[in-house]
Nanobody, 123 residues
Framework: QVQLVESGGGLVQAGGSLRLSCAASGGTFGNYAMGWFRQAPGKEREFVATINWSGGNTWYADSVKGRFTISRDNVKNTVYLQMKSLKPEDTALYYC????????????????WGQGTQVTVSS
C-alpha cells in the first residue's frame, strides 16, 4: 500500500498551464503503474492519464491528448501531470492513484488513491 498526496492545483485562466505533483510514500513506488483521474461536480470520475512503472509507456484520454503530459521520477517517488492549453471543461478535482498492473486505465484497476487537488479554469 502506498500513501499518495497531490499538490499543484489552483485557479488558472483558460489557455494557461499547471503542473500537478503526486508524492508517494510507504511502498515501493517503482512497482506501481500510476494514473491521474478527475471528477467534476455532478459528473462521474474519469480517467485522464496513466504511466507504467518505468515511465516508458503512457496512455491518455482523448480529451487531454496533446495537452497533458504524465511523467514520473522513481527516485523522488513522484508522478507529475503537466497540463497546458487548459480549458474551462478541465475544471475538476484531480486524483492520482497507484495500480499493481503494468498499466491501467480503469478506476477499479487502482488500489491506492490520494485525496485530490482542485483545478479550476476560468474562461
Amino acid at each position: 500500500q502506498v500513501q499518495l498526496v497531490e499538490s499543484g492545483g489552483g485557479l488558472v485562466q483558460a489557455g494557461g498551464s499547471l503542473r500537478l505533483s503526486c508524492a508517494a510514500s510507504g511502498g515501493t513506488f517503482g512497482n506501481y503503474a500510476m494514473g491521474w483521474f478527475r471528477q467534476a461536480p455532478g459528473k462521474e470520475r474519469e480517467f485522464v492519464a496513466t504511466i507504467n512503472w518505468s515511465g516508458g509507456n503512457t496512455w491518455y484520454a482523448d480529451s487531454v491528448k496533446g495537452r497533458f503530459t504524465i511523467s514520473r521520477d522513481n527516485v523522488k517517488n513522484t508522478v507529475y501531470l503537466q497540463m497546458k492549453s487548459l480549458k474551462p471543461e478541465d475544471t475538476a478535482l484531480y486524483y492520482c492513484a497507484a495500480s499493481r498492473l503494468w498499466i491501467a486505465v480503469r478506476g477499479d484497476e487502482y488500489v491506492d488513491w490520494g485525496q485530490g487537488t482542485q483545478v479550476t479554469v476560468s474562461s
